[in-house]
Every structure is written in structure tokens, then in C-alpha cells.
């Protein structure tokens, strides 16, 4: 915008700063909450300004962990983001190849039915997990996948959002390239690791971000499936520390694991959104 | 290098007819131009070529193999595309060898073919460029390059000038024809420009709704275009076509237009007598000197100024007419110059099938 309307900007800017404060007031206080100790943050009001046991808390948290009511020990946080990172990141490569792959049959092959199985894939998409959840519990249950990595990243690795997304991305690619390439001598799966998986690198890293947060904020799925400790996801932790009836809740724990869990989604969003602005600036096709 | 030859070539979509039955004989190192308007089939019979279609009947042989059902990295060809359609993420060097490493080509090879290419191409500078980082003049010499480092038998250029500025558009064209002196390979290119295809074709084909109309030299097609459609699209501006009765009157046959003026055709021709329409070419009329009676008036309503030339736009009995004339003959809007034509370079066409009528 070149036109300079002072007023315009000013309140602009409030309404930005405002939200942000909105937005962030939670987070302030689960880092002010993880800084005291379990007195401190009884008090009424419960104070604004940090105090002096982050780092205990955050060592504490991360090396034993607090302790999870029925489970005798606790659980670091260090195993449980370690779970949530395996989780994560294995479902976000997993959703994404297996995305690129289908919408690259769907987009450039000619096959009997496939629009059929485009619409089954697309349907999908109204499904939540939630809704099959049960029969995907017993098939998963039925292979003996209970506590294990698999169990936990491989019924998720389906992905329509994705496929859809490779799809239209793939309609934009011209005609041309497709048969540049042919000429070239490049088969299909040359093709597609030459040219379009090079191409899509920027709907990938988009991807990648949605799809690892997706992975990184999985509840219900790993409740199911980790009973065993040793496989708990740290959400997963963090909820059933919230939900502990009558006990001795350590909220300055729970508030250092919380704000432990927050940091590689940040992580990975500030790290890949220097990609999105790369694929901004520098439009290829 | 290799000639190629198409057998009653056909394509069809379904019910609908794309080629209705195309034979051509290409000479090794001879360069083709197939011209004709948007959706003539000319791209189609390309890609055909490309091996990008299926070939709906006929064959097509590039050299003496059919290759009819033959992948198009097996035929042999190289293409260069309207949009150049070069790889994007790859530097210019990469775009143009990636051919050659798909055939498993060594690295000291691939250097040798990609240099020379750049050599000829002037691309040396921006080898190690992206695409997007040249002009467009550039890229279409990158997509020439990718074309050259194969050394294939058959280059197919599908409209490759299009997306380029006039100015430009003339460079590269001088530049095509110059390489294909230099290279001297069997070159089949497609446009809808005639200035493109008369200056560049060692052989024009026509091609008019999914039929090739006429397959000759460019003087040839211009000096005896086989039907109306012909003479209308290759000249410019387009051929006058004026409908008239031949008559054989007492001094030989004449042609009548239908506001009753009468043209004398040369006494050789023999033509039967009827309905026909009469086609002369802009530059085929001149004014009439004085002294001189003139064969037709023209009533102008516009008159383009070129330059060098002045194009007379008018009527003459009903019907549209354009005289291209000297501008120093200083005519103007809405001038009435009387026309003299030399009837001995006018063409003679049916009036139903619009065939060329031989005299």
C-alpha cells in the first residue's frame, strides 16, 4: 500500500496488537506458571511476573517428569517429546509421500475407475478419525499393533487433504513439461522424482508444517493405543496430568511440560516458513 | 537424419474428425513448414509426428521404420515447444542435458554436446542460469538447445515463435533458418504466421480443416495456390476473390461481376462457361496511368498507409477489394483511382468447391 492513511493504520495496529495480546496472555502465563514454584503460583492472584524456578522446573520436567496418577513413576518429558516427535514427524513423511504418489496416479494415469477412487479418497475427507475410530482400533488391535510406533503412525498416514492438494497443485503443471519429458526419455517415476517432486517442494514444506502439527497434537488416536508408558505422547501426558482427580497437581510442571510442548511446533513453523516465503518469492512455472 | 513419410494419416476424437487423411513425403534434411489456422489439425499432425497422439490410421515412418507405435524417446526426435516448456527447477545446463543423462550418457560427453550446442546458441553466459532468470528470447534458444545436444534425425518445432515479440520473433527466425543450413536436419515446423512459413519452408503444406489443401514450394503455393482457402491465407494482404460468370464473347473469354463490369481473360484460357470466382492478389493491381482505361474502379473508404506501399481498401460490386499501391501514387480516403490488373496472374477458381481451376 502506497497511499498513507494514518488513521487507518492506527487502528489497524490496534486491533492487531490486541489480539496478539489475546492470543499470547494464555502463553505468558503458562511460562510465568512454569517459573515459580508450587507455592508461589497458589497464591490469590496468582502472579504476573516470572520467578526464579524455570530452570528447576524445566530440568525436573524433562529428566523425571511428574508423576502420572496410577502409573508408580513419572515419565520424562524428554521420552514423551521424543514419542511425539517420532509420531509427528513419521506421519507427516508418511501422509506426504504416500499423498504424492496417489494424487500422481490419480492426475497422470488413465486407469479404470479413477475417479471413482479419486471420489472414495475425497470422501474420505468428511470422515474424521473419530467416526472410525472403533473398526480402526480392532484392525489395528487384530495385528498386534497396540504400543507400538506403528500402531500409532500408520492408521493416520492416510491422507485426502494432502492428496487433494498434490492433485490440484499437479493439474496446474503444464501439458508441456509432461511431454518435454517424454520426449526426453524420462519414464513416469523419473518424471516424477525429475521434475514434479522438485516442483512441489514448496506444497511439501506447506504440508509437512500442517501435517507435523497434525501429528504433533494427536489425542484421541495415541489414547488408545499407548497404555504403556514408554509410548505416551507428551499431549497425552499433559491430559491426563490435567485431568488427575484429587491429586497433588504440580502445576509448575505441568506448565514447563506444557511450554516443552509448544516448542517444536514453533520450531518447525519458524524454521519452514523462511520455505513458504521462498516459494512466494520466487515463482516457478 | 532421416525422411519421413505419412500414409493417409488420420485422427479422430471420438465421432469427431481431427486429419481426415494426411500423405506427405519429407526429404531428409528438408524443411517443412505446415501452416494453417487455429485448429486446422496442424499441431495435431505434429504431435502425431511426436509420437504426444495416438495415430487414429495410416502410418507414419521416420526413416524406414513405422513408428506408429513407438514411444517418442524412441523415434528419434526432438521438439521444441510454443512455451518452451523447460524445467524449472533445473539450471539451463541441466535442462539441456537431462536428455542425454536419461540415456545414461558420459558426464564428458553430455559436457562436449551441451558446449557446442551453447556454442552455436550463444548460451554459454547463462548455462548455469534457471529458466526463469532469461528472456524469452533466451529460453526459446535454451528449448533449441535441449532440441540440438540430442542429435536426433527429426526436429519438430510446434509453433516456437509465437510467445516472442515482433522484433524478436524476426531474429529468431533468421537464427532457426541459419541453423538448419548449419545442421542441415530434417526440420517439420508448425505456425500460423505465413511470413514464418513462406520465409523459412523449403516446402509449405496448407493445411485447412483437418486436410492438407496444398503441399508445395512457397513461390509455388503463392503463384498457384489449389484452392481459394490457399490463396486467401498465404499473401498478404489476403487475395481479392471476386464471384463473376465467364462468358466466351467474339474477343475470347471474359469474366462478368456481377455489377456487369467485364474483365478480359487471356484468349489461351479455355474455360467452359459459368459461375466461378476470380482471385487476384493485391499487389496484382496497380493504378491506371492516365491515358490508360482503367479495368475497375474502386470506391475507397480506407486507405492504410505502410510506408513504402499504401493499401486501398474499397469495394468493387458489392464486394470487398484491397489494391496495394505505391504511396507516392497519392491516394487517400475515399479516392476513386480507376484499377488496371494484369490478368495473366489472376487465378480462376470454382465457385462451388473452391478448387483451383487449370487454365
Not at chain 1, 23 to 33: E, K, Q, T
Not at chain 2, 92 to 109: A, P
Not at chain 2, 152 to 171: C, G, M, Y
Request: proline letters at 6%.
Amino acid at each position: 500500500m502506497i497511499e498513507r492513511r494514518p488513521i487507518a493504520d492506527f487502528v489497524g495496529h490496534l486491533i492487531l496488537i490486541v489480539t496478539v495480546l489475546i492470543v499470547a496472555f494464555p502463553i505468558y502465563l503458562a511460562v510465568i506458571a512454569a517459573s515459580h514454584d508450587l507455592a508461589g503460583i497458589s497464591q490469590v492472584p496468582m502472579p504476573l511476573l516470572p520467578g526464579s524456578e524455570f530452570f528447576t522446573n524445566m530440568a525436573n520436567a524433562l529428566l523425571e517428569g511428574p508423576k502420572i496418577v496410577g502409573v508408580g513413576r513419572g515419565t520424562s518429558a524428554l521420552l514423551l517429546m521424543s514419542n511425539s516427535l517420532i509420531m509427528a514427524i513419521s506421519i507427516a513423511v508418511g501422509k506426504i509421500i504416500i499423498s504424492l504418489l496417489s494424487a500422481f496416479a490419480i492426475v497422470y494415469f488413465r486407469f479404470p475407475l479413477r475417479t471413482f477412487f479419486f471420489w472414495m479418497i475425497f470422501i474420505t475427507l468428511m470422515l474424521p478419525v473419530e467416526v472410525r475410530i472403533i473398526p480402526t482400533f480392532k484392525v489395528v488391535a487384530d495385528l498386534g499393533l497396540l504400543d507400538t510406533y506403528t500402531g500409532l503412525v500408520l492408521p493416520l498416514i492416510a491422507s485426502a487433504t494432502a492428496t487433494f492438494l498434490f492433485r490440484q497443485f499437479f493439474m496446474t503443471v503444464p501439458d508441456e513439461l509432461v511431454e518435454a519429458a517424454r520426449i526426453d526419455g524420462a519414464g513416469p517415476m523419473r518424471f516424477f522424482w525429475d521434475v514434479l517432486v522438485p516442483l512441489s517442494r514448496t506444497s511439501i514444506a506447506a504440508m509437512f508444517v500442517i501435517q507435523f502439527i497434525y501429528g504433533w497434537n494427536q489425542y484421541l488416536w495415541p489414547l488408545l493405543i499407548a497404555a504403556a508408558p514408554e509410548y505416551q505422547t507428551i499431549v497425552l501426558a499433559i491430559g491426563r496430568l490435567m485431568r488427575a482427580p484429587d491429586a497433588y497437581e504440580e502445576w509448575p510442571l505441568i506448565m514447563a511440560m506444557a511450554v516443552l510442548a509448544l516448542l517444536p511446533p514453533v520450531v518447525v513453523v519458524v524454521l519452514m516458513q523462511r520455505w513458504f516465503v521462498k516459494g512466494l518469492v520466487e515463482t516457478e512455472k | 537424419m532421416a525422411k519421413v513419410t505419412l500414409k493417409g494419416v488420420k485422427k479422430s476424437y471420438g465421432q469427431v474428425k481431427a486429419i481426415h487423411g494426411v500423405d506427405m513425403e519429407i526429404q531428409d534434411g528438408e524443411f517443412i513448414v505446415i501452416v494453417g489456422p487455429s485448429g486446422c489439425g496442424k499441431s495435431t499432425l505434429l504431435r502425431m509426428i511426436a509420437g504426444l497422439e495416438a495415430i487414429t490410421e495410416g502410418t507414419i515412418s521416420i526413416g524406414d521404420r513405422v513408428v506408429n507405435d513407438i514411444e517418442p524417446r524412441d523415434r528419434d526426435i526432438a521438439m521444441v515447444f510454443q512455451n518452451y516448456a523447460l524445467y524449472p527447477h533445473m539450471s539451463v545446463y541441466e535442462n539441456m542435458s537431462y536428455g542425454l543423462r536419461i540415456r545414461g550418457m558420459s558426464k564428458s560427453d553430455i559436457e562436449k554436446r551441451v558446449q557446442r550446442a551453447a556454442e552455436i546458441l550463444q548460451l554459454q553466459p547463462y548455462l548455469q542460469r534457471k529458466p526463469r532468470e532469461l528472456s524469452g528470447g533466451q529460453r526459446q534458444r535454451v528449448a533449441m538447445g535441449r532440441a540440438i545436444v540430442r542429435e536426433p534425425s527429426v526436429f519438430l518445432f510446434d509453433e516456437p515463435l509465437s510467445n516472442l515479440d515482433a522484433k524478436l520473433r524476426v531474429q529468431m527466425r533468421l537464427e532457426i533458418k541459419r541453423l538448419h543450413q548449419q545442421l542441415g536436419v530434417t526440420s517439420i515446423y508448425v505456425t500460423h504466421d505465413q511470413v514464418e512459413a513462406m520465409t523459412l519452408a523449403d516446402r509449405l503444406v496448407v493445411m485447412n480443416l483437418g486436410r492438407a489443401d496444398q503441399i508445395g514450394a512457397p513461390h509455388e503455393v503463392y503463384a498457384r495456390p489449389a484452392t481459394t482457402y490457399v490463396g486467401g491465407f498465404i499473401g498478404s494482404p489476403a487475395m481479392n476473390f471476386l464471384s463473376c460468370r465467364v462468358e466466351n464473347g467474339s474477343g475470347g473469354p471474359r469474366a462478368v461481376l456481377s455489377d456487369g463490369t467485364a474483365l478480359a481473360l487471356p484468349t489461351a484460357w479455355s474455360v467452359p462457361p459459368g459461375e466461378y470466382t476470380l482471385g487476384i492478389r493485391p499487389e496484382h493491381l496497380r493504378t491506371a496511368r492516365p491515358g490508360e482505361t482503367p479495368h475497375l474502379m474502386l470506391e475507397v473508404d480506407v486507405a492504410e498507409e505502410l510506408g513504402a506501399d499504401t493499401l486501398l481498401h474499397g469495394k468493387i460490386a458489392g464486394e470487398e477489394l484491397v489494391a496495394r499501391v505505391p504511396s507516392y501514387a497519392g491516394y487517400h480516403d475515399h479516392s476513386k483511382p480507376g484499377l488496371i490488373t494484369d490478368i495473366t496472374l489472376a487465378h480462376l477458381f470454382d465457385k462451388e468447391s473452391g478448387l483451383r481451376i487449370a487454365v
